[in-house]
């Protein structure tokens, strides 16, 4: 048992401060690749670190109209986003978490933060929170079978219901026999990415305009450091579902954790860069729009099961 | 059939006592058969006669004969509401209500225009429309925004994401320009004038600038009248190329939101070398203009234009042919032409609607008689149409100073002639076209060379009815676009 966690804390620590040092400049270059498109300078790639540590300083304003669920939205939020990255396996090993079963509890996790985002939403009792917390609703419910379909492609394949199995050196194996129905995949998954983490072509993070925003409406009366938890997460979220389409387009062989996550670190930029380009060349899509997008993926997810099975 | 009307022009100024006062009933089937027969109401404002007396002043504008008519009646305390006959008067009947304490009977919207004095509920303290049912839910919007913009309240009723109706309460920055300019003309009312919308110096200016000049007789050198036009046209361009960017920023499209950005710098720009002020303040003034362009500014100022055009076009191609810009901007927020003739929009937003209005070619004053800009009309009525028409115009204002610079007309000795006094007894009415549409002025002048009554009306005055049309039926989620679309003037209607 002291043998178990003298091993499980120090490799939980080490997987959080890795997450918790990358994530925050994963935004920084998705902003800088949309300032270098428009032909700006944009703020540094470490603007996030800064606005992070200078919204922690300040202090909180709370609506007298709201409760304890109000501010119980970021912690939760923050900590389900800290639980979710121990399931992500950095490098050739297994994560600090992993379990049979683990990647339903990975996206679930999900579940909870949105659940008490959105409720916390609702608690402010505002018109503009509430139409963003029924859009949220809305989106995530139509994106998560795509995210299922997925899964079950590679969990199917890789014959285990862990990430960490999922995830590793096997999807070799998967890619060579295949090919098409991961490519399925992987595009469904770029949706269910951007859709997740509230980009254009779903969501638009840079907008004022709050009667046209999903994700941003919700957070709109969080001040401080509630703020900067709710930034916090949403970058660790961005990271951890980066690194699951990184690691399914990029397999990763071996390697120790320090190697691993450089590897990973690189694919993660170049999948913000992506973003950015993405976020660039194309507008919001209209809201009512976005249904058929999802299901777009749903169907693609869906095709790469039956690829598989047909292959089988 | 004739019109019992004084007919006149755009800036000519005629005796006030010329004006024909009909009985109530007669006044009212006048301006009923005038927009029957495709006129428009221009404006329709009220002044104080006497104790308890208000004479109601009507100005129709016959476009396609280039022509104004003015007729009045006298009423007492309340009269006929023309409104349900006629939905064009519903703003201005509104506004005598608040101005003069005469009451239109039978108006159906019976609300304060503007914060005019304590005696009256402020804006917002009226009831608003409702509605009622467990689906429906109500979205207030402001006066407070999230973003640095003007105050005004929107009042949604929402069918989950659809709207079904917006009510749109506008006032909170009544400022009372109109009692400003009811004085002598001085450099203060200039500042009044320029400052009735902030993005409109030069066109409402340049309507004072009629009016004083009109009423005063003073003559105005064709080149201080190219060189006005030149100004307006630059404001216009600013603006426009302003309003695609923002379009492109609101549907979150990149590359054409910045480069409009930069390009709108450059047209402001040249609005600065022109007149050293980057909004075109203090350069149209009564009698002419302050600045004039020396030998080689034309040269440069053509220049500059080829070089924005050609950044322009490269920006508008990327804008109007990409595929996901378009599925947001096409048949969002579409105005039927119906619509637009019944609530008699002016401007790039008439024109979106297939209406061929513009001030420029049906009521022409200064260099836009000599030389003619044809009027944009974009059919459909939508974001994308209004969108369109900012496009063409833009193409065809440039093509327009591109043709003037060209070919100044001399005389830099009397850019500026001095105004004498005002004649007494005499009105006026000056059109202009702002880029916003029909701006028009309306005055009156008293004895000692004092203007006894002014009338100011933006275009935005009649437009912000067509928004809250626009949002019928149409996702919330568009509101900002629609808005952006229509982009109107706040101060310009709270005055």
Redesign the interface.
């Known amino acids: 048992m002291t043998a178990w966690i003298s091993e499980f804390v120090p490799a939980l620590f080490r997987q959080w401060a890795f997450v918790l040092a990358v994530s925050p400049i994963l935004p920084g270059v998705v902003a800088k690749t ?1 300032a270098w ?4 300078q944009g703020p540094p790639v470490i603007q996030p670190y800064r606005d992070i540590v200078k919204l922690f300083q300040k202090g909180a304003a709370y609506s007298r109209t709201t409760t304890w669920i109000f501010r119980a939205g970021p912690v939760i939020s923050f900590s389900a986003a800290m639980a979710a990255v121990l399931m992500i396996p950095i490098g050739g090993m297994e994560a600090p978490l992993t379990f049979q079963g683990d990647l339903i509890l990975f996206a679930y996790v999900w579940g909870t933060s949105r659940f008490f985002t959105m409720t916390a939403a609702l608690d402010t009792g505002s ?2 929170e ?2 963003g917390a029924s859009r949220e609703a809305v989106f995530s419910c139509l994106a998560e079978p795509a995210l299922f379909l997925g899964l079950l492609t590679l969990a199917r394949e890789a014959g285990s219901l862990s990430m960490s199995d999922l995830l590793s050196v096997g999807l070799i194996r998967i890619w060579s026999i295949h090919a098409p129905a991961l490519c399925l995949v992987t595009t469904a998954f770029i949706v269910v990415f951007l859709t997740e983490n509230s980009r ?2 779903i969501d ?1 993070p ?7 925003m999903i994700h941003e409406v919700m957070v ?1 009366d969080h001040s401080g450091p509630d703020l900067a938890l709710i930034e916090y997460a949403s970058a660790v979220k961005f990271f951890a579902l980066g690194a699951l389409l990184v690691r399914i387009v990029y397999p990763i062989r071996s390697g120790g954790f320090w190697a691993g996550g450089a590897v990973l670190g690189i694919g993660l930029l170049g999948l913000s860069i992506l973003v950015g380009v993405i ?11 976005i249904p058929q997008f999802l299901a777009f993926a749903f169907v693609l997810a869906g095709f790469g099961v039956i690829l598989t099975l047909a292959a089988a | 059939m004739t019109l019992d009307a004084l007919i006149t022009q755009n800036g000519a100024a005629f005796d006030a006592v010329d004006v024909p006062i009909l009985s109530p009933e007669q006044f009212r089937r006048e301006i009923l058969d005038g927009v029957e027969r495709g006129l428009r109401i221009t404006a329709y404002f009220g002044e104080r006669i006497g104790a308890a007396k208000t004479s109601l002043v009507c100005v129709l504008a016959d476009d396609a004969e280039n022509s104004l008519s003015v007729l009045s009646c006298a009423v007492r305390d309340r009269y006929r509401s023309l409104t349900p006959d006629c939905p064009q008067a519903h703003l201005f009947e509104r506004e005598i209500a608040e101005q003069c304490d005469v009451i239109p009977e039978g108006h159906p919207w019976m609300k304060p225009v503007r914060y005019q004095s304590v005696a009256l509920p402020i804006p917002g303290g009226t009831p608003f429309f409702s509605a009622e049912g467990e689906v429906l839910h109500e979205v207030a919007v402001g006066p407070v925004h999230a973003g640095i913009i003007e105050p005004g309240h929107f009042r949604f009723q929402c069918h989950g994401e659809n709207v079904l109706h917006l009510e749109i309460q506008l006032g909170y920055q009544h400022r009372g320009a109109e009692s400003f300019l009811e004085t002598a003309p001085s450099p203060r009312s200039m500042a009044v004038a320029e400052s009735v919308a902030g993005d409109t110096v030069i066109g409402h200016a340049l309507a004072y600038c009629n009016v004083v000049e009109s009423i005063s007789r003073c003559a105005v050198s064709p080149r201080a009248q190219a060189l006005r036009a030149v100004a307006l046209e630059l404001e216009r361009l600013s603006n426009h190329i302003g309003d695609l960017g923002a379009l492109c920023a609101d549907v979150g499209f990149l590359p054409s939101a910045a480069y409009f950005g930069r390009l709108r710098g450059e047209f402001l720009n040249l609005l600065m070398s022109l007149t050293g002020n980057r909004n075109g303040r203090s350069f149209v003034r009564p009698g002419g203009v302050t600045f004039d362009l020396n030998d080689s500014m034309p040269a440069d100022f053509q220049a500059r234009l080829k070089a924005a055009e050609y950044d322009i076009q490269s920006a508008a191609r990327l804008m109007f042919e990409t595929p996901s810009v378009l599925a947001r901007l096409e048949g969002t927020g579409a105005v039927s032409e119906r619509t637009c003739r019944e609530l008699g929009l002016v401007g790039p937003s008439a024109r979106s609607c297939g209406m061929p209005l513009d001030v420029r070619s049906d009521h022409p004053h200064g260099a836009y008689r000599f030389s003619h800009i044809p009027v944009s009309t974009v059919s459909g009525g939508d974001v994308y149409a209004r969108a369109m028409v900012r496009r063409i115009e833009v193409e065809r204002s440039i093509q327009f100073l591109e043709d003037h610079l060209h070919d100044m007309p001399e005389g830099g000795q009397d850019l500026r002639n001095s105004a004498g006094p005002l004649r007494s007894g005499r009105m006026t009415i000056c059109l202009v076209e702002g880029w916003r549409g029909e701006i028009a002025h309306v005055a009156v002048s008293g004895e000692s060379g004092v203007l006894r009554r002014y009338k100011i009306k933006d275009p935005s005055f009649h437009n912000w009815t067509a928004l809250a049309m626009a949002l019928r039926e149409t996702p919330i989620s568009d509101f900002p676009l629609c808005n952006k679309s229509f982009n109107l003037s706040y101060a310009g209607h709270d005055l």
């Not at chain 1, 498109?37 to 700006?40: D, T």
């Not at chain 1, 840079?206 to 046209?212: I, K, S």
């Open positions: 949309k498109v428009a032909g700006r018109a503009f509430g139409m254009i072509p638009d840079n907008t004022h305009l709050e009667l046209t709109l976020e660039s060349t194309m507008a919001r899509l209209r809201l009512a729009r």
